[in-house]
């Protein structure tokens, strides 16, 4: 029992370093707070998807702000995007945390 905690807390200290280290690296790629917070999210859970309508509301811009955000991501390769009927849903590159360099 003693182990397992143990293993616990080496592995949960080992994802908080990877986090604030993804953290900094994040900040210093030039991108503005609410596509940091959108890469931020993908790296700690790579199976999250966003829309234009889902990143609008969470970060309350209007819906060309929001396009753009995502569109630029994916202009710098971190971003995919696939049509669902009408609308358009991102989604992480699978490489997501090789091409930051996390």
Same mark, same amino acid.
């Given at each position: 029992?003693?182990?397992?905690?143990?293993?616990?807390?080496?592995?949960?200290?080992?994802?908080?370093?990877?986090?604030?280290?993804?953290?900094?690296? %994040? &900040?210093?790629? #030039? +991108?503005?707070?609410?596509?940091? @917070?959108?890469?931020? =999210?993908? %790296? &700690?859970?790579? #199976? +999250?998807?966003?829309?234009?309508? @889902?990143?609008?509301? =969470?970060?309350?811009?209007?819906?060309?702000?929001?396009?753009?955000?995502?569109?630029?991501?994916? =202009?710098?390769?971190?971003?995919?995007?696939?049509?669902?009927?009408?609308?358009?849903?991102?989604?992480?590159?699978?490489?997501?945390?090789?091409?930051?360099?996390?």
């Amino acid at each position: 029992m003693v182990r397992a905690v143990n293993e616990l807390d080496a592995y949960l200290a080992r994802k908080t370093a990877e986090l604030r280290s993804a953290d900094v690296l %994040l &900040r210093g790629l #030039g +991108l503005n707070y609410r596509q940091t @917070d959108v890469l931020g =999210r993908f %790296l &700690r859970d790579p #199976g +999250l998807s966003t829309s234009v309508a @889902d990143h609008q509301a =969470r970060y309350g811009v209007v819906a060309q702000t929001a396009r753009t955000d995502l569109t630029d991501l994916a =202009r710098h390769g971190y971003l995919d995007s696939s049509k669902q009927g009408r609308r358009v849903v991102w989604h992480p590159v699978g490489d997501l945390p090789a091409r930051l360099g996390a």
